[in-house]
């Protein structure tokens, strides 16, 4: 059967450099881009939310990540209470606060 597949010689390797330095300039050039376009706007975001947490007052009007808008009565170290209607309130984890309102938006919807 050995007359059907023909024999095949490794021949040796050219002499000559194994790289030129070429891809480095791709990878640096990558992790630049990965940088820009995904790290830093991420931190950005994240630092933003921290200081928006943690910024937190009795009377804010705020957001939740689930679409629930209402004035913040209590605020305790993981946990803030919001006021969504009258005499109708909710806990919720300081982290599922998505942004704060301009005073006055909640009688205006």
């Given at each position: 059967?050995?007359?059907?597949?023909?024999?095949?010689?490794?021949?040796?390797?050219?002499?000559?450099?194994?790289?030129?330095g070429?891809?480095?300039?791709?990878?640096?050039?990558?992790?630049?881009?990965?940088?820009?376009?995904?790290?830093?706007?991420?931190?950005?975001?994240?630092?933003?939310?921290?200081n928006?947490?943690?910024?937190?007052?009795?009377?804010?009007?705020?957001?939740?990540?689930?679409?629930?808008?209402?004035?913040v009565?209590?605020?305790?170290d993981?946990?803030?209470?919001?006021?969504?209607?009258?005499?109708?309130?909710?806990?919720?984890?300081?982290?599922?606060i998505?942004?704060?309102?301009p005073?006055?938006?909640?009688?205006a919807?």
């Open positions: 059967m050995s007359f059907l597949i023909p024999a095949a010689y490794a021949q040796e390797a050219a002499a000559g450099p194994a790289g030129t070429f891809e480095w300039v791709f990878l640096v050039g990558f992790l630049i881009i990965f940088y820009l376009m995904i790290w830093r706007p991420q931190a950005k975001r994240a630092k933003e939310h921290k928006l947490v943690a910024g937190l007052q009795k009377g804010d009007e705020v957001v939740t990540s689930g679409g629930i808008a209402g004035k009565t209590k605020v305790a993981d946990f803030v209470v919001i006021e969504v209607s009258d005499n109708v309130e909710l806990k919720f984890q300081k982290v599922a998505a942004a704060t309102l005073k006055g938006t909640l009688k919807i």
